[in-house]
C-alpha cells in the first residue's frame, strides 16, 4: 500500500466522537463524493460513490449508527475502466429531506416544509473538533499524499471554489499555510512542506503516519548531513593535496635553482620532511619532527619557504627588454 493509502486506512479506523463532528465530517464526504438525484414532484435521493470499500463502509455507518438514517449499498462495475469496481451508497427520498436539512441544504419555507437551497452542503464549524472532522472528511475524499522517501506534498481536489475557499480556512485556523492552484479546470488545495504535511497529519488525527513521515523527515536529513560532511571532506582532501602539490614544487624549484642548502636549518627541515611525504597534512608532517613541531608551525616555515620560490623564481625570470 502507498503512504496515502496507510493513512486514509488510519484515518478510516478513528471513532466517529461527536454528532456535529459526524455531520460535519459528512459534510466534506458529500461535498467531495456525493450528489444529489431529483426524481421528479420534489423528490430526490443523496448519493455517494467511491472507490475504497473501507470508505463506503464509514460513511455507512455514519448515516446508519451515528445520524440513525437507513443507507442501501450497492456495487457498481465499470467495463469501461478495466473493471473496477465503486460502492455506491444512497439515502432514498423518504430520508433525504432530513439528512439534506443536517447538511444545511435544505431550509424550511415560510410554511415549515424544507426546500432545496443549495447543492452543496454549508458547515458550520465553530470547534476544534469540527475542523478536524471536516479536514479529514475532506481528504478521505479527495485527498493525496506523496511518499515522504520522495518528497513532502499534500492535496485535495476540490469540486469547485466554495470547497477550496472552505478548506484552505480551516487549514489557516489550525495554524497551516495552505496554496491551491488549476488543474484541468479543477482547484487543488496542496501543501508543500514537510512541516505543513506533518500538521495536517497531526490535525486530522494520523499519528501512526505522522510517526513515519517524521521518521522519514529525520533520517533524510541525516543521509544529508553526511553527504554534505563526505563532500565537505572530500574537498578539503583535493584542496589539501592541491596545496602539498604546490609546496613540492616550489621546493623542487628551490632545490634546482638555489640548493636547499642555502636555507636556514629550519627551513631546510620542513623542505626535506615535505619532499619525503608530500601527501602528508601540515599536521601530520609536524609530527614527523623531533620533537614534534604544532601545525601552525609548520603552516609558518612552510609560508617562508614559498616566499623564497618566490624570489628565487623573480630572480630566474628574464629581464624586461629596452
Known amino acids: 500500500m502507498s503512504f496515502s493509502s496507510d493513512a486514509k486506512a488510519e484515518l478510516i479506523r478513528l471513532p466517529f466522537g461527536r454528532n456535529c463532528c459526524i455531520v460535519t465530517e459528512l459534510s466534506a464526504l458529500t461535498?467531495?463524493?456525493?450528489?444529489?438525484?431529483?426524481?421528479?414532484?420534489?423528490?430526490?435521493?443523496?448519493?455517494?460513490?467511491?472507490?475504497?470499500?473501507?470508505?463506503?463502509?464509514?460513511?455507512?455507518?455514519?448515516?446508519?449508527d451515528?445520524?440513525?438514517?437507513?443507507?442501501?449499498?450497492h456495487f457498481v462495475q465499470h467495463a469501461r475502466l478495466g473493471g473496477r469496481r465503486t460502492c455506491v451508497l444512497t439515502v432514498g427520498e423518504d430520508e433525504a429531506p432530513r439528512l439534506l436539512t443536517l447538511l444545511r441544504m435544505m431550509e424550511p419555507d415560510e410554511n415549515g416544509t424544507p426546500v432545496l437551497r443549495r447543492t452543496l452542503p454549508r458547515p458550520q464549524i465553530t470547534r476544534a473538533c469540527c475542523r478536524r472532522a471536516y479536514l479529514r472528511g475532506a481528504?478521505?475524499?479527495?485527498?493525496?499524499?506523496?511518499?515522504?522517501?520522495?518528497?513532502?506534498?499534500?492535496?485535495?481536489?476540490?469540486?469547485?471554489?466554495?470547497?477550496?475557499?472552505?478548506?484552505?480556512?480551516?487549514?489557516?485556523?489550525?495554524?497551516?499555510?495552505?496554496?491551491?492552484y488549476m488543474r484541468r479546470g479543477i482547484p487543488v488545495i496542496c501543501l508543500t512542506d514537510a512541516q505543513s504535511v506533518a500538521d495536517a497529519l497531526?490535525?486530522?488525527e494520523a499519528p501512526?503516519?505522522?510517526?513515519?513521515?517524521?521518521?522519514?523527515?529525520?533520517?533524510?536529513?541525516?543521509?544529508?548531513?553526511?553527504?554534505?560532511?563526505?563532500?565537505?571532506?572530500?574537498?578539503?582532501?583535493?584542496?589539501?593535496?592541491?596545496?602539498?602539490?604546490?609546496?613540492?614544487?616550489?621546493?623542487?624549484?628551490?632545490?634546482?635553482?638555489?640548493?636547499?642548502f642555502t636555507l636556514p636549518p629550519a627551513l631546510r627541515e620542513i623542505a626535506e620532511l615535505r619532499l619525503e611525504?608530500?601527501?602528508?597534512?601540515?599536521?601530520?608532517?609536524?609530527?614527523?619532527?623531533?620533537?614534534?613541531?604544532?601545525?601552525?608551525?609548520?603552516?609558518?616555515?612552510?609560508?617562508?619557504?614559498?616566499?623564497?620560490?618566490?624570489?628565487?623564481?623573480?630572480?630566474?625570470?628574464?629581464?624586461?627588454?629596452?
Not at 66 to 73: C, K, Q, V
Not at 158 to 173: S, T
Open 202 to 204: 497531526a490535525v486530522m
Open 139 to 180: 481528504f478521505l475524499g479527495a485527498g493525496a499524499i506523496g511518499s515522504p522517501d520522495r518528497g513532502y506534498r499534500m492535496e485535495i481536489a476540490a469540486r469547485d471554489e466554495a470547497l477550496c475557499g472552505l478548506a484552505e480556512k480551516q487549514f489557516e485556523h489550525s495554524g497551516i499555510t495552505a496554496s491551491h
Open 277 to 322: 611525504h608530500p601527501d602528508a597534512s601540515l599536521e601530520e608532517l609536524g609530527q614527523f619532527r623531533t620533537p614534534p613541531l604544532t601545525k601552525s608551525g609548520v603552516s609558518g616555515r612552510m609560508r617562508r619557504l614559498l616566499r623564497e620560490a618566490e624570489e628565487a623564481f623573480a630572480a630566474q625570470a628574464p629581464e624586461p627588454g629596452p
Open 66 to 73: 451515528g445520524l440513525g438514517f437507513a443507507p442501501s449499498l
Open 208 to 260: 501512526q503516519a505522522l510517526m513515519k513521515l517524521e521518521n522519514t523527515r529525520i533520517t533524510r536529513q541525516m543521509r544529508g548531513a553526511a553527504n554534505r560532511a563526505a563532500n565537505r571532506d572530500e574537498h578539503n582532501t583535493e584542496r589539501q593535496l592541491s596545496a602539498s602539490q604546490q609546496q613540492v614544487e616550489a621546493i623542487k624549484f628551490l632545490a634546482i635553482h638555489r640548493g636547499l
Open 31 to 64: 461535498q467531495t463524493t456525493g450528489s444529489l438525484s431529483f426524481h421528479g414532484g420534489g423528490r430526490i435521493s443523496v448519493t455517494w460513490e467511491v472507490e475504497n470499500t473501507a470508505l463506503a463502509r464509514r460513511i455507512f455507518r455514519m448515516l446508519k
